[in-house]
T-cell receptor
Framework: NAGVMQNPRHLVRRRGQEARLRCSPM?????VYWYRQLPEEGLKFMVY????????ESGMPKERFSAEFPKEGPSILRIQQVVRGDSAAYFC????????????FGSGTQLSVL | DAKTTQPNSMESNEEEPVHLPCNHS???????IHWYRQLPSQGPEYVIH???SNVNNRMASLAIAEDRKSSTLILHRATLRDAAVYYC??????????FGPGTSLSVIP
């Protein structure tokens, strides 16, 4: 059973370009969480999704950032018109639809904005 | 904001037990207590979780206070590979999961 797959591992973008980060949850998992981590800092919650629904996006910046988790396919975190401050590691985690169930994390995508 | 508080850092000697504390005084009846750790340059990994009773697995033990307002992660014999940031979080269904700054554990050879 493959773990949570994130791709790409590293993504380089120039200011103003778009970044698309993909997260394939573990088989049978219907909950996905996205986190951002700056160097030497903790994990900052961004968004919590279930299949086709955004449950909580209180951690997402109001502009340029969006996330989706379609019925088929991976969850996508999209950052439009990237700026240098968007440079960070982005982690996703998935869990089953069971109360209190543990989170499985991917290896992350390191986004670098030039 | 995170619902848990942990010491910023701790040190342990190699091959000695480590007790990592966590306070969660506002815990609700449906909150599970989870522990994760993050090794340098890696994604977080699950360590252990519980609801009311103490739990043991191959990685660690979790001791939960009777009133559930605090818990302790126990590493029975610390190794150099256990040096990481340890996060204690509360998780309930259909709610976001917030991570605090965690405890940075250093293991001294």
């Amino acid at each position: 059973n493959a773990g949570v797959m994130q791709n790409p591992r590293h993504l380089v973008r120039r200011r103003g370009q778009e970044a698309r980060l993909r997260c394939s949850p573990m088989k049978g998992h219907s909950h996905v969480y996205w986190y951002r981590q700056l160097p030497e800092e903790g994990l900052k919650f961004m968004v919590y999704l279930q299949k086709e629904n955004i449950i909580d996006e209180s951690g997402m910046p109001k502009e340029r950032f969006s996330a989706e988790f379609p019925k088929e396919g991976p969850s996508i975190l999209r950052i439009q018109q990237v700026v240098r401050g968007d440079s960070a590691a982005y982690f996703c985690a998935s869990s089953q639809d069971v109360q209190g169930e543990k989170l499985f994390f991917g290896s992350g995508t390191q986004l670098s904005v030039l | 904001d995170a619902k848990t508080t942990q010491p910023n850092s701790m040190e342990s000697n190699e091959e000695e037990p480590v007790h990592l504390p966590c306070n969660h005084s506002t815990i609700s009846g449906t909150d599970y207590i989870h522990w994760y750790r993050q090794l340098p340059s890696q994604g977080p990994e699950y360590v252990i979780h519980g609801l009311t009773s103490n739990v043991n697995n191959r990685m660690a033990s979790l001791a939960i206070a009777e009133d559930r307002k605090s818990s302790t992660l126990i590493l029975h014999r610390a190794t150099l590979r256990d040096a990481a940031v340890y996060y204690c979080i509360l998780k309930t269904s259909y709610d976001k999961v917030i991570f605090g700054p965690g405890t940075s554990l250093s293991v001294i050879p």
